[in-house]
C-alpha cells in the first residue's frame, strides 16, 4: 500500500476506534463499492444487500447499526456489509426507527420485519432461507439477542429464534442499567426488564457468537461474558471472543481493517459456514 493509503488507513482506524462518528464512518466508507441493491421492508424502513461473489445460496447476515438506539444510518455501515459480502455473505444491513420516532421495543419489532424480509427474499439474491443469521454491534447488538433470546418478537411474524441460524453479537449490552438518558427511549419501568436480552434465556435460542474488548468502557465486558455463560448453562452453543485490550469499537474496527485483528472476521466466517 502506498504511504497515502497507509496514513489514511491509519487515520481511518484512529477514528473509527475513538467512536463511530460520522466522520470517522464516512472516511471507512471512502472508496467502498455500493450495495448491490436496496429494497424497503416496512413503511418508511429500507435495507441494503450486498451480494458474494459465488451467491449461491450463502449464509444470509442481517445487520444492526449501533448509535444508542437514537443514530445510525445503512448508509454510514457500507464497509461491514461489503467486508461480509467478500467474506462469502450475503449481507443486509438494515435501518430501524430511531428514537424519538420510536421507542422500546418498537426498534425489535423492526429488526424481526426484517428478519422475516430477509428469509422470504435471500433466495432472489442468492442467500440460503435456511441460514439467516443476526448480527449488530452495540445498540444493534442488543436488538439481534433479544431476537435470539425472547420469542414474542419472531413469533409475530411467524417464525420463532431457533429459525434463525445464529446470532453475532458485537460489543452488545444484554444486561445494562437504564439510567436518566435512557429512560425515554425505553419507556415506563415496568417495561425496562424485557429489554435485557440475558432474562430471556431458556434454553430455545439458536447459536452465539459473542465478539467484546475487554476494555470496553462504553458496555461492559461482563454483558457479554454472562450471557455466555447462561447460554452454555443451558446446553446451549455460544462462543465468546474476548478480544484483549480492546475498546468498543473494536469488532468494526476488525472488519473495516481485518489485517489488525484477524480473528473477528476468522470468527464470523467459522460460525457462518462462510466460504
Known sequence: MKRRGMAA???SVALLAGGCTRVALGIANGGVAPPDAAATYAPGLALDIYRPRDADKAP???FFYGGGWTSGARADYRFVGRRLADAGMLAIVADYRL?????????VEDGATAVAWARRHAAEHGGDPARVYVAG???GAQIAALLGTDARYLRAQGLQ?????GVIGLSGPYDFVIDEALAPIFGPRTRWPDAQPLAFVDGDEPPFLLIHGDADRRVEARDSRQLAEALQARGE???LLMLEGAGHTAPLVALYAPGREPRVLDAIRAFTGAR
Open 9 to 11: 488507513l491509519a487515520a
Open 60 to 62: 444470509v447476515v442481517v
Open 99 to 107: 428514537f424519538p420516532e420510536a421507542t422500546f421495543p418498537g426498534f
Open 137 to 139: 454491534h452495540s445498540a
Open 161 to 165: 429464534p431457533r429459525d434463525l441460524a
Open 237 to 239: 452453543q455460544a462462543r
